[in-house]
């Protein structure tokens, strides 16, 4: 019988499954890409190892198993772990060092804890986008688009912060119409349809919008800092290329599903499009940490510039 209904296939996970008798423990079984349902198909060049049909108890259990998720939920597991240390270093040592004000704790506070909500929002998603109800793997999945445009947040806020700190005008300008445009995103990520096929293009649009609207303030910013003759712009402006660079290449992969795509079924576990995505992403989160508290130790060491004061 090659087609299993849900319930045959949940039946069979609470069985025991032989093929990883260490690493699988009793109740978690692995299915095909064939085997897995119809809103789990994402990715036909990961040919095996699909965690499905899981009650919640399961799907936390299998975090502990070698699937073809391991690797997404731990890499943002530790990515979480990587900026919540940080944060504590940061409020510990490096802060009190420069001597920072009430204000830099506070963006510094909320650039690292955007991080980490959208490592934890992502390690959600792939800890439990194998539920067996549909529905509640959607929202996971929902929560973690929404997660990703709370990272941008997060790098937005302190770049802008920092960037504009010489000038209240336009850095009041900015964070507005960010924070505008970043809660527009993500209400209409959490909304039923965002998902949808009909979407799809607006879902592009949208990314492609915010990522890009990173380049106005910069442009702006070089303008009133003095142009390429600035020390200060010609040490910032290869920070922004560089995490521009990093995002342009971590959404290639994410889009492109290369590697597997030229070795379908041999990287399941290790080497897939999606775990390199995923170590993009915490790199850029952290070289743009780095970024920042490079600014903000130039903006305590150098005064602000008289004329920019008006
Ligand atoms: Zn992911």
Same mark, same amino acid.
């Given at each position: 019988? %090659?087609?299993?209904?849900?319930?045959?296939?949940?039946?069979?996970?609470?069985?025991?499954?032989? $093929?990883?008798?260490?690493?699988?423990?009793?109740?978690?079984?692995?299915?095909?890409?064939?085997?897995? %349902?119809?809103?789990?198909?994402?990715?036909?060049?990961?040919?095996?190892?699909?965690?499905?049909?899981?009650?919640?108890?399961?799907?936390?259990?299998?975090?502990?198993?070698?699937?073809?998720?391991?690797?997404?939920?731990?890499? *943002?597991?530790?990515?979480?772990?990587?900026?919540?240390?940080?944060?504590?270093?940061?409020?510990?040592?490096?802060?009190?060092?420069?001597?920072?004000?009430?204000?830099?704790?506070?963006?510094?506070?909320?650039?690292?804890?955007?991080?980490?909500?959208?490592?934890?929002?992502?390690?959600?998603?792939?800890?439990?986008?194998?539920?067996?109800?549909?529905?509640?793997?959607?929202?996971?999945?929902?929560?973690? $688009?929404?997660?990703?445009?709370?990272?941008?947040?997060?790098?937005?806020?302190?770049?802008?912060?920092?960037?504009?700190?010489?000038?209240?005008?336009?850095?009041?300008?900015?964070?507005?119409?960010?924070?505008?445009?970043?809660?527009?995103?993500?209400?209409?990520?959490? *909304? %039923?349809? $965002?998902?949808?096929?009909?979407?799809?293009?607006?879902?592009?649009?949208?990314?492609?919008?915010?990522?890009?609207?990173?380049?106005?303030?910069?442009?702006?910013?070089?303008?009133?800092?003095?142009?390429?003759?600035?020390?200060?712009?010609?040490?910032?402006?290869?920070?922004?290329?560089?995490?521009?660079?990093?995002?342009?290449?971590?959404?290639?992969?994410?889009?492109?599903?290369?590697?597997?795509?030229?070795?379908?079924?041999?990287?399941?576990?290790?080497?897939?499009? *999606?775990?390199?995505?995923?170590?993009?992403?915490?790199?850029?989160? $952290?070289?743009?940490?780095?970024?920042?508290?490079?600014?903000?130790?130039?903006? *305590?060491?150098?005064?602000?510039?008289? %004329?920019?004061?008006?």
């Amino acid at each position: 019988m %090659p087609q299993k209904s849900p319930q045959t296939a949940h039946y069979i996970e609470l069985g025991g499954y032989q $093929y990883w008798p260490v690493l699988v423990p009793r109740g978690i079984r692995l299915y095909t890409y064939e085997q897995i %349902p119809a809103f789990l198909r994402e990715n036909p060049y990961i040919t095996d190892g699909y965690r499905a049909y899981l009650p919640s108890r399961l799907c936390v259990k299998s975090i502990f198993i070698l699937s073809n998720e391991t690797g997404n939920i731990w890499s *943002h597991l530790l990515g979480f772990l990587l900026f919540f240390c940080l944060g504590v270093y940061n409020m510990a040592s490096v802060l009190p060092a420069v001597g920072a004000s009430r204000e830099d704790y506070v963006i510094y506070g909320i650039g690292l804890f955007c991080f980490q909500v959208c490592m934890l929002c992502s390690v959600g998603y792939h800890m439990f986008c194998c539920h067996r109800s549909e529905k509640t793997s959607r929202r996971w999945m929902a929560l973690d $688009y929404a997660g990703v445009s709370i990272g941008v947040l997060g790098c937005y806020v302190p770049g802008v912060f920092y960037t504009f700190y010489c000038n209240d005008y336009w850095r009041q300008v900015y964070l507005v119409t960010v924070l505008a445009m970043i809660l527009a995103v993500f209400f209409a990520q959490i *909304h %039923p349809q $965002y998902l949808s096929t009909a979407w799809k293009r607006l879902r592009s649009l949208t990314f492609g919008l915010v990522a890009g609207y990173g380049l106005v303030p910069t442009v702006h910013w070089i303008c009133i800092t003095g142009g390429f003759s600035s020390e200060l712009v010609q040490a910032f402006v290869p920070r922004v290329l560089g995490m521009y660079l990093i995002a342009a290449l971590a959404l290639v992969f994410y889009v492109s599903k290369v590697p597997e795509r030229y070795f379908p079924g041999q990287l399941n576990y290790l080497g897939s499009s *999606h775990q390199v995505w995923h170590l993009l992403l915490v790199l850029l989160f $952290y070289w743009w940490h780095q970024s920042s508290s490079f600014l903000m130790a130039y903006r *305590h060491s150098q005064p602000c510039p008289a %004329p920019q004061h008006t």
